[in-house]
C-alpha cells in the first residue's frame, strides 16, 4: 500500500471500524485532550498508568503510547512494566519523549525506558530528538528551538540504533526509518497555541500503529490526519479555545474528500 489519500482513508475507517484499545500512560496536563481525539478518531483510549496493572492491561490493548510529560516515580515504574510487556507480547509502542534534554532525570528516564524496549514509533520536535540522539540539543521545557529539519540527521541516527521509526514534529513532519522519508506539511500555526497538540499527534499515532503494522505509513497517516484536521478546525475559529473544540469535531466528521483535497505530502 502506497502512501496516498485513499491509503490513509482506509486507516481511518479501519481505526472507525475497530475501535482500537489505546493504552495510555500519558501525563496529567494531556491526558483529557488525547482521550477525546482518540475517542473523536474512533479509537478507544484508557489512561492506566499504576504499576499494580499495566502489565495485565497492555495483554487486552491494541498499542501502548508512553509519555514522559510529567514524570515521578510511580509512573516509571508503570512506563517499564507496561513497556516491557508490550515488547513481549509484540504490541506496538509509541513513545514521546517530551522535554527530555531539559532535565538529567528525564534524560536518564528516556535512556533506561529505551534501553528495556525500544519503541516501534518515536515522536517528538526538533530538539526532543536532537536531544535523545544525543547531540545536547538546547531546549525551553517543552518548545522546540529548532526546526524539524534540523533534526533529521539525529532522527536517522535513532532510527539506525534504535530500529524504528522517528517522527519529527513542525512546521513540516519528517517521518524517518533508515533511507526512508516522508514529509508532510499539514497543519496551522494556530495549533502551537494549545497544549498538547504534540502529545495528541503522539496517541493518534498509536491508534493507527493499532491497525497498520507498516509503522513508516502509520505514523505519517496519523500526522497527516492531525495536520488536515488542524486546519480545518482553524479555518472555523482562529483562537485557540474554539480551536480544541473545532479540531475534535474535524477528526470526528473527517472524510475521504478532505484528506484527497488537502493533503500535502511528499
Given at each position: 500500500?502506497?502512501?496516498?489519500?485513499?491509503?490513509i482513508?482506509?486507516?481511518?475507517?479501519?481505526?472507525?471500524?475497530?475501535a482500537?484499545?489505546?493504552?495510555?500512560i500519558?501525563?496529567?496536563?494531556?491526558?483529557?485532550?488525547?482521550?477525546?481525539?482518540l475517542l473523536?478518531?474512533?479509537?478507544?483510549?484508557?489512561?492506566?498508568?499504576?504499576?499494580?496493572?499495566?502489565?495485565?492491561?497492555?495483554s487486552i490493548?491494541?498499542?501502548?503510547v508512553?509519555?514522559?510529560?510529567?514524570?515521578?516515580?510511580?509512573?516509571?515504574?508503570?512506563?517499564?512494566?507496561a513497556m516491557?510487556?508490550?515488547k513481549?507480547?509484540?504490541k506496538?509502542?509509541?513513545?514521546?519523549p517530551?522535554?527530555?534534554?531539559?532535565?538529567t532525570?528525564?534524560?536518564?528516564?528516556?535512556?533506561?525506558l529505551?534501553?528495556?524496549?525500544?519503541?516501534?514509533i518515536?515522536?517528538?520536535?526538533?530538539?526532543?530528538?536532537m536531544a535523545?540522539?544525543?547531540?545536547?540539543?538546547?531546549?525551553?521545557?517543552?518548545?522546540s528551538?529548532?526546526?524539524s529539519?534540523?533534526?533529521?540527521?539525529?532522527?536517522?541516527r535513532?532510527?539506525?540504533?534504535?530500529?524504528?521509526?522517528?517522527?519529527?514534529s513542525?512546521a513540516?513532519?519528517?517521518?524517518?526509518q533508515?533511507?526512508?522519508?516522508?514529509?508532510?506539511?499539514?497543519?496551522?500555526?494556530?495549533?502551537?497555541?494549545?497544549?498538547?497538540?504534540?502529545?495528541?499527534?503522539?496517541?493518534?499515532?498509536?491508534?493507527?500503529?493499532?491497525i497498520?503494522?507498516?509503522y513508516?505509513q502509520?505514523?505519517?497517516?496519523?500526522?497527516?490526519?492531525m495536520?488536515?484536521?488542524?486546519?480545518?478546525?482553524?479555518?472555523?475559529?482562529q483562537?485557540?479555545?474554539?480551536?480544541?473544540?473545532?479540531?475534535?469535531?474535524?477528526?470526528y466528521?473527517?472524510t475521504?474528500s478532505?484528506?484527497?483535497?488537502?493533503?500535502?505530502?511528499s
Open positions: 500500500m502506497t502512501q496516498s489519500p485513499q491509503s482513508w482506509t486507516d481511518v475507517e479501519r481505526i472507525r471500524t475497530q482500537p484499545l489505546i493504552h495510555n500519558t501525563n496529567f496536563v494531556v491526558m483529557n485532550n488525547t482521550a477525546n481525539a473523536a478518531i474512533g479509537a478507544s483510549p484508557a489512561m492506566v498508568h499504576a504499576p499494580e496493572e499495566v502489565e495485565e492491561f497492555v490493548s491494541s498499542a501502548l508512553v509519555n514522559i510529560g510529567t514524570l515521578d516515580s510511580t509512573f516509571v515504574a508503570g512506563m517499564k512494566l516491557r510487556q508490550a513481549s507480547l509484540g506496538p509502542i509509541v513513545f514521546d517530551v522535554g527530555v534534554g531539559a532535565t532525570y528525564r534524560n536518564r528516564v528516556s535512556e533506561e529505551l534501553a528495556l524496549a525500544p519503541p516501534d518515536i515522536r517528538g520536535n526538533a530538539s526532543e530528538i535523545l540522539a544525543g547531540l545536547n540539543a538546547q531546549t525551553k521545557g517543552v518548545d528551538l529548532y526546526g529539519d534540523a533534526a533529521l540527521d539525529a532522527a536517522r535513532l532510527s539506525s540504533v534504535l530500529g524504528c521509526v522517528v517522527v519529527i513542525g513540516i513532519d519528517y517521518i524517518v533508515g533511507e526512508q522519508l516522508a514529509a508532510v506539511a499539514n497543519g496551522h500555526p494556530l495549533m502551537t497555541k494549545v497544549t498538547g497538540m504534540g502529545c495528541t499527534a503522539t496517541a493518534l499515532t498509536g491508534a493507527f500503529a493499532a497498520n503494522t507498516n513508516v502509520a505514523a505519517t497517516h496519523a500526522m497527516a490526519v495536520g488536515i484536521a488542524g486546519e480545518l478546525a482553524a479555518e472555523k475559529n483562537a485557540p479555545g474554539s480551536l480544541q473544540v473545532n479540531f475534535l469535531d474535524a477528526l466528521t473527517l475521504e478532505e484528506i484527497e483535497e488537502r493533503l500535502k505530502l
